[in-house]
């Protein structure tokens, strides 16, 4: 076999171990999950007809529903790969990634299985947030066939590039209880996005926070794919950050890896 065929091999086994943990210890990630749907509930519900109104015009809870989910499916991904951070430190801190290191495979399998792992997981609960979103009344008419995939294509885009910075966190962490901590920020900033409010609601000192971190970009563009508004340059904004963060990732999460294998 070719040395690409066997990193495949390889690659393949490593991603397979990793969906087998999280299929056999599934609370992690479900409650992981419970985040950006129990905030979906709160905010449509509780606040719904209050923050509407911030959004333009009166009251109105499905004009609210179509504007939150879009920032909910983004704080999804967040959510999930939190939990990529944590798996990540538990392996390098329980002594596998050394039984790995003295075997015949390749060495950035453990971590590309983890990166593929999480993205595959991201997705489905992308799909389980929006699945809730349409029960409680978010649709999508106007959406075309082209769009709903370049909505896709973001959400699979934006989940490799926090994946991959979510598997430096866990790799730079020397406990789980630490990796979950230096995750938190991707939790927390989608809260200081336009996820919940618009960006013109906001104090004008932090507009520019908000309008340029990651988020609020995938945020927009996600909505001017699924419900027709502006987007501007924040498709452009969206993708540099993305590839980007992705970049960044990557290369971080490389040196880390093979810095010090007794760790």
């Excluded at 294509?153 to 962490?173: D, E, R």
């Amino acid at each position: 076999m070719s040395s690409l065929s066997l990193s495949v091999r390889d690659c393949s086994t490593m991603l397979r171990r990793n969906l087998l943990h999280a299929r056999r210890y599934p609370s992690l990630t479900l409650n992981l999950l419970l985040t950006p749907i129990m905030l979906l509930l709160l905010f449509v519900y509780i606040f719904g007809d209050t923050m509407s109104m911030g959004i333009g015009g009166g009251p109105d809870r499905a004009k609210y529903i179509a504007y939150i989910v879009p920032g909910l499916l983004l704080m999804t991904i967040g959510s999930t790969v939190v939990g990529t951070a944590i798996s990540v430190s538990n392996d390098m801190t329980e002594g596998i990634i050394a039984r790995f290191r003295t075997m015949a495979i390749h060495r950035g399998s453990v971590i590309v299985g983890h990166v593929i792992g999480s993205v595959l997981q991201s997705i489905v609960s992308v799909v389980l947030v929006g699945a809730v979103g349409v029960a409680i009344g978010f649709r999508s008419t106007d959406a075309t066939v082209l769009e709903w995939f370049a909505a896709l294509g973001l959400l699979v885009l934006f989940s490799l590039s926090l994946t991959w910075i979510a598997v430096g966190m866990g790799l730079i962490s020397p406990n789980a209880e630490a990796a979950s901590n230096n995750a938190m920020p991707l939790i927390l900033l989608p809260l200081l996005s336009s996820a919940f409010v618009p960006l013109h609601s906001m104090p004008g000192w932090f507009q520019p926070i908000a309008q340029y971190q990651p988020f609020t970009p995938a945020i927009e563009t996600l909505r001017g794919l699924l419900l027709g508004t502006e987007i501007g340059n924040n498709a452009w904004l969206a993708i540099a950050w993305s590839l980007g963060l992705t970049v960044l990732g990557y290369f971080w999460s490389k040196a880390k890896f093979n810095q010090d294998p007794q760790r």
